[in-house]
């Protein structure tokens, strides 16, 4: 579920897997205090836009932490990292992969260091296949912290590992921009 919730809402307070963007100016950003140490993860985002597509939605893992309300933008920013509270023991691995996310509008990764701001376009060989997403569609992702690497899936069927050298506790992110919703659920690992 979303735990946290900057500029969002849910679309039924009793189910806090689905969220939607509250209307204000901005992008809109839900995280997951579930923290994920070891092993492998796979969850599933249901993503809609019911004005039609294209569908303007973040998804992905970054550090656990606090997030205030002057938070906004996307995670990979240094708006939102300045008004981000990192939890104890974020800094005890050997890793400069901070937040790494999927954008469904054009099919890019993105992700960032927060030390110096900068943010990368996930675009090597191995992420080639890259593709936008439609409303309705289901965006898989499997961050494998035993291989280090965060995958992404789009209906089902593996688009390719989008990021390597994951290490250290992560949590699940969205950010949606007007219009957007999306609902997490815990999935399992579709067969290659």
């Known amino acids: 579920m979303f735990d946290q919730l900057v500029n969002a809402k849910y679309l039924n307070e009793e189910d806090k897997t689905c969220v939607l963007h509250s209307g204000v100016d901005g992008w809109a950003t839900a995280i997951s205090n579930n ?29 656990p932490g606090q997030a205030n309300k002057r938070a906004s933008n996307i995670p990979t920013s240094k708006h939102f990292y300045n008004n981000f509270s990192r939890r104890l023991g974020h800094g005890a691995h050997n890793n400069k992969v901070h937040c790494c996310m999927y954008y469904t509008y054009g099919g890019v990764g993105y992700s960032s260091n927060w ?18 997403m439609s409303s309705g569609g289901e965006l898989g992702m499997l961050l494998d912290l035993d291989e280090g690497t965060l995958s992404v899936y789009k209906n089902g069927r ?33 067969p290659n």
Not at 49 to 62: A, E, I, K, N, S
Not at 119 to 127: E, G, H, K, N
């Open 35 to 63: 923290i994920l140490r070891a092993g492998k993860h796979y969850t599933t985002f249901e993503v809609s836009y019911p004005q039609g597509d294209p569908v303007t939605v973040l998804v992905g893992v970054m550090r």
């Open 115 to 132: 030390s110096g701001f900068d943010v990368d376009i996930i675009a090597d060989r191995s992420w080639a296949r890259s593709e936008s």
């Open 158 to 190: 593996k688009l390719g590992v989008m990021k390597r050298g994951l290490a250290g506790p992560y949590c699940w992110v969205v950010s949606l921009n007007q219009g957007s919703q999306v609902t997490i659920k815990r999935g399992i690992i579709p």
